[in-house]
């Protein structure tokens, strides 16, 4: 077992199957999935085991951002990704690693835990990365908490 | 662990410790460390260390993560980024949004004049 580079935990007033979707459904990613400039964003994929996924740009573009393997999907508990730069798709031995395990507690509260490993190698993507994390969970909390899209979206996709 | 309501105040008092905003910088330096490595590098008894890693666990600003039998440390900034976006995120915006009306109202202005 690896050491994880970063561990992210937050606790949503909502229910295990909300954050699930949230993750995982487009329409709904694009509402919160902010992290840092830029375009909102949102993962696209069958979300089986073994299949393909891809952080997609949410504007006309559909640029793709980051790309990686779904190494374990077991809704709405636990999803683990490999996460690449799109050039490296292939070379798997670049890629990092993206657990989050959801996970129910007393009162109707959902702890997330985003963990990232395997990221040593790769300063550059690791400063990104622990940027964006924080932004992206926390407007997630506010999402499902409020139900309301985060009012500034429109502004930072231009 | 917290609780649904607002976690905000034990957030500030877990800061207002200069020693447990030290022990935020050490992880904030090498993320994951243990209670020893802590200890090694800061001046307190290992029983202060732990109080003080507890007074930080309970807000959520230090994450841990069992790998064996060892007790990993992980700073955790998603409280600070919140309050970063309470107090200081959307005193920003509204400035980037006056200055918009700004420039509209002078373009408005200068629309009539023509």
Known sequence: ?158 | MPTKSLPIDRVFKALADPNRRRLLDLLHEENGQTLTSLCDEIDMTRQAVTQHLQLLEEPNLVAVVWRGREKLHYLNPVPLYEIYERWIEKFERSRLTVLRDLKKSLETEGNDKT
Do not use: C
Request: hydrophobic share 35%.
């Open chain 1, 1 to 158: 077992m690896t050491k994880p580079e970063f561990v992210y935990v937050t606790y949503i007033s909502t229910t295990p199957e909300k954050v699930w979707q949230a993750l995982t459904d487009t329409d709904v990613a694009r509402k919160y999935w902010i992290g840092g400039k830029g375009p909102a964003h949102m993962n696209v994929s069958d979300w089986r085991a073994g299949s393909r996924w891809e952080h997609q740009r949410a504007d006309e573009s559909r640029a793709v951002d980051v790309v990686g393997k779904v190494v374990e999907s077991a809704p709405p508990r636990r999803l683990v990704l490999t996460w690449a730069r799109p050039a490296e798709f292939d070379d798997e031995s670049k890629h990092s690693r993206v657990t989050f395990d959801i996970e129910p507690q007393d009162g109707g509260v959902v702890r997330l835990t985003v963990s990232h490993e395997n990221l040593a190698h790769d300063a550059k993507m690791l400063a990104s990365i622990s940027g964006g994390w924080p932004s992206v969970l926390s407007n997630l909390k506010t999402f499902l908490e409020t139900g309301r899209a985060l009012d500034y979206t429109g502004t930072q996709a231009r």
